[in-house]
């Protein structure tokens, strides 16, 4: 069997070119893979197209890619919490493709299972399948690119008929994923809301690759806990447990705090 191990994150990252286009696993701040979106930044790689569920914050996350001006187009379902983005985006310079949450979820999903595209009935009825939908400003209030009309279709489902938009599967050049654990043969366990998009992002990417808090030995999972196999992942690098984690905004019941 082939050990994926890579010594290091600058090592994993490396041959990732200018304009690729990547999959980037986490669901707001949780399960970021911060070690390989910093190498990244420091090798200077650009003019990127991400596929991710949000854009991180203004200084962590794929924020810091962002404040660099390093990422041309976002594919996104969730842009708050970003002033940058914001203004990116409104001056024309970065181009957005706002995707329904779980149609970007089930887009990733079905690039990784070599299924080209399918019918949603998310979206119907709104500019997400007629079109219309601000991609790119022009940087003085108009827009230059917008979203196309998509194909829609009527199924009979469960009886009734219902139209459907048609969605294509996403396929990256590569995946950038954070997982709790992995072993040397690439399978991954995730730790609770880490586990949102990172797995999908995994499976769409040509070459997928994984920081783990902790790397073990092949046979040391259970095969019943793997949650991705390690046929979807190519580079496998150790970060250890003592990362930074952040939370973009921390809420607890009144009376709680300090206890």
């Not at 200018?18 to 893979?33: E, Q, R």
């Not at 998509?150 to 396929?171: D, H, M, N, P």
């Not at 797995?199 to 949650?227: F, K, Y």
Request: charged share 25%; proline share 3%.
């Amino acid at each position: 069997m082939i050990d994926k191990q890579v010594e290091s994150a600058a090592a994993a990252v490396a041959d990732i070119p200018d304009g690729a286009t990547i999959a980037v696993g986490g669901f707001g701040l949780s399960g970021n893979p911060m070690a390989l979106i910093e190498a990244l930044l420091a090798q200077g790689t650009t003019d990127l197209s991400i596929i991710s569920n949000n854009c991180g914050v203004d200084d962590w996350g794929l924020g810091v890619l962002l404040a660099e001006q390093r990422i041309r187009k976002m594919t996104s379902s969730y842009v708050g919490e970003n002033k940058e983005f914001e203004r990116q985006f409104l001056e024309g310079d970065l181009e957005l493709e706002l995707t329904p949450q779980g149609t970007l979820a089930e887009k990733l999903r079905a690039g990784g299972a070599g299924i080209a595209a399918f019918y949603t009935p998310t979206g119907v009825g709104t500019q997400v399948a007629e079109g219309g939908l601000p991609r790119r400003y022009d940087g003085r209030g108009g827009v230059a690119v917008a979203s196309p009309v998509k194909e829609t279709r009527t199924f009979t489902v469960g009886g009734s008929a219902r139209e459907y938009v048609l969605e294509e599967g996403i396929v990256a050049d590569f995946a950038l994923v954070h997982a709790l654990r992995g072993d040397r043969h690439g399978n991954l366990v995730f730790n609770k809301a880490a586990r949102n998009f990172n797995p999908l992002a995994a499976m769409s990417g040509r070459v997928c690759i994984a920081q783990v808090e902790e790397l073990v030995e092949p046979g040391e999972i259970d095969a019943d806990a793997v949650h991705l196999p390690g046929i979807y992942v190519h580079r496998i690098v150790e970060v250890g447990t003592d990362i930074e984690k952040r939370i973009e905004r921390r809420t607890v019941a009144a009376g709680v705090e300090g206890a």
